[in-house]
């Protein structure tokens, strides 16, 4: 992935995962963005030079395989892939790591406005097998807090690496939580923790009846319209899914692609530029998708966009 700096007015490249890179870019949108990320449609020939530029950095960079994709108006209006050995193009699958998150996110949105979710609803409500070391606190957990990073659950909860990453379930990762103490009161400061979005995967599962997969493609992947996004690792990989590569001593090296069923909310959906960059195209057209559809209500959008506790991230944020 690659983000906007505002400061240097460039874009700064962001591996996405450790089994390739990918990037997004918007140059249009909506009133939610601020003034420097909205500009007219690039012209024919800035576009290119943004082609050239990425495979240049690609190749500074020695990154094996790369795929841009540019938003404007509403739609994807360029795309860019480097073959710097292993290719891939715009419909190549990768594993979009935590970007996954703000899909997660996106869906628990929905469902509030279904009316079947609140965000202030506490996460016992959904998952009761929740139990950690201080029962008052953990009853005070909200869906908003752990969707925020709020909840007071420790990056750490449950092990430097939780055990179910091989084949466990969601449920087991609350499992593996059990009894963890909280690093601050709920509400109170901003830990990241892989473990929230477990936690809010298994929400929206309990509050749509729908498991957490099923819930995303029939309501995320398509009515975007994707056309090589996949919550199934198989599925993923006979359609494509990019070769991993790690860097040793700046040397890049394959690795087969990573999957965690039980963290699959947190990090661990599959997609393409081409469909990322539809995905972008929605939110910054107001929560519509090319078609017209209407992916995510204006109101749930911008509370999506609306930082939480600014105060509580410090340097992070910086």
Known sequence: MAGWDGLTGRLV???????????????????????????DVPSSAALDRVGSVLTQRSADQGIPGAVAAIVADGRVVYTHAVDGGSPVGESTPFVIGSSGKSITALAAMQLVDRGVLRLSDPVKRYVPELDLADERAEARITVEQILGHTSGISPLAGGALLRSVGQGTMLDVVGEIEGAELVSSPGAEFHYANANYVLAGLVIERASKLRYADYIERNVFE?????????????ARENGLATGHRYWFGFTFGHRPTF???????????????????????????????????????????????????????????
């Open 13 to 39: 490249p962001r591996p996405a995962v450790a089994v390739g890179f990918a990037w997004l870019a918007f140059v249009a949108g909506a009133a939610l963005l601020p003034a420097w990320a909205v500009a």
């Open 260 to 318: 965690a069923q039980a963290l699959q909310p947190a990090g661990y959906l599959f997609s393409c530029a081409l469909d990322l960059g539809k995905y972008l195209a929605a939110l910054l057209n107001g929560g519509l998708t090319e078609s017209g559809e209407r992916l995510i209500s204006e109101r749930s959008l911008a509370k999506l966009f609306t930082p939480g506790r600014p105060a509580a991230l410090g340097a992070w944020a910086d």
């Open 223 to 235: 009515p975007l319209g994707t056309e090589c996004s996949y919550t199934d690792f198989s599925e």
